[in-house]
């Protein structure tokens, strides 16, 4: 099959402009802090991140697809001893712009730095907002799941007769479970926390995240197939992982160092056999139960 990936050196909020309406399956993104990266992006002010982002969620919203997702990676930062809450901001005026803000991911930085702080303790965990166009759209949640662990060895051998039918919700929520669905499985949902390793290798950037990360995402969001958009493509990571997973993937960079790096490591377009495609189950992105 062929895997095409096209890159786009410039500004995001003008180079969007040349993708089609409707175009894109899954948008995976992590855009610079604010404050953050002032060496490479300038740095946006946190007071004044919305008003920067929303021409730029308004064109992502004009090319993702009814049925696509979008995963947005951000974290606030601390401003004069607090939480800053330009992402609460963000989330709220982007459901103004027609956005639904369907889930939030945690991603759980297994091996982050120790440190000491005067009034908090280290940040060990980022944000992967999901937003979508409508309440229906593809999700391929079987493509994700995680070995089951050895609890059920124990809690499935004595059901009792709540587990043998539905026990539903204690506050009214709707929500319920049935434990003995799971007789015979192997493999359960995740949850919406991934535990994942930063990344070792910068790359020369200074803000890489995890191959790990968009791949869960792609798994989930795409088939083989369809198109992944990063508008801060950096040295690359999510078309490369796109690429090998058999995506074909657009990436937009404004700083030419970083789009050559992207360019060294992928081709335009690339035969992948059909065998080739990334297929492994890791199962590594939950915690395990503990016994």
């Known amino acids: 099959m062929k895997v095409e990936t096209r890159l786009i050196l410039g500004d995001c909020r003008e180079k969007l402009k040349e993708i089609p309406d409707n175009f894109i399956d899954l948008i995976f993104t992590s855009p610079p802090y604010a404050d953050s990266r002032s060496n490479t992006y300038g740095g946006i002010k946190p007071d004044e991140y919305v008003e920067w982002f929303l021409p730029i969620s308004r064109e992502l919203l004009r090319v993702l697809k009814p049925t696509g997702t979008f995963i947005l990676n951000i974290k606030e930062k601390v401003v004069n001893g607090e939480r800053h809450t330009y992402v609460i901001e963000l989330i709220l005026e982007m459901r103004k712009q027609g956005w639904l803000w369907t889930e939030e991911f945690i991603w759980h930085k297994k091996n982050s730095y120790p440190g000491k702080w005067p009034n908090r303790f280290r940040d060990a965990w980022e944000r992967l907002l999901q937003f979508?166009?409508?309440?229906h759209f593809h999700m391929y949640q079987e493509e994700v799941m995680v070995p089951m662990g050895s609890w059920a060895e124990k809690r499935l051998k004595n059901l009792s007769h709540t587990d043998l039918v539905r026990d539903?919700?204690?506050?009214?929520?709707?929500f319920g479970k049935r434990v003995a669905n799971w007789i015979g499985r192997n493999k359960v949902y995740?949850?919406?926390?991934?535990?994942?390793?930063?990344?070792?290798?910068?790359?020369?950037?200074?803000?890489?995240?995890?191959?790990?990360?968009?791949?869960?995402?792609?798994?989930?969001?795409?088939?083989?197939?369809?198109?992944?958009?990063?508008p801060?493509?950096?040295?690359?990571?999510?078309?490369?992982?796109?690429?090998?997973?058999?995506?074909?993937?657009?990436?937009?960079?404004?700083?030419?160092?970083?789009?050559?790096?992207?360019?060294?490591?992928?081709?335009?377009?690339?035969?992948?056999?059909?065998?080739?495609?990334?297929?492994e189950e890791k199962g590594s992105y939950d915690a395990p139960h503990s016994e």
């Open 168 to 174: 539903n919700s204690r506050v009214g929520s709707g």
């Open 190 to 230: 995740p949850t919406n926390v991934l535990h994942l390793a930063t990344e070792t290798k910068n790359r020369n950037h200074s803000a890489v995240f995890p191959e790990d990360l968009p791949e869960w995402f792609i798994k989930l969001f795409t088939r083989e197939g369809d198109w992944v958009l990063d």
């Open 232 to 279: 801060f493509m950096g040295s690359g990571t999510t078309n490369r992982v796109a690429q090998r997973m058999g995506r074909n993937s657009i990436g937009i960079e404004i700083l030419p160092e970083y789009f050559a790096l992207s360019q060294q490591s992928l081709q335009p377009v690339l035969e992948i056999p059909k065998q080739m495609v990334l297929l």
């Open 132 to 135: 979508n166009k409508q309440k």
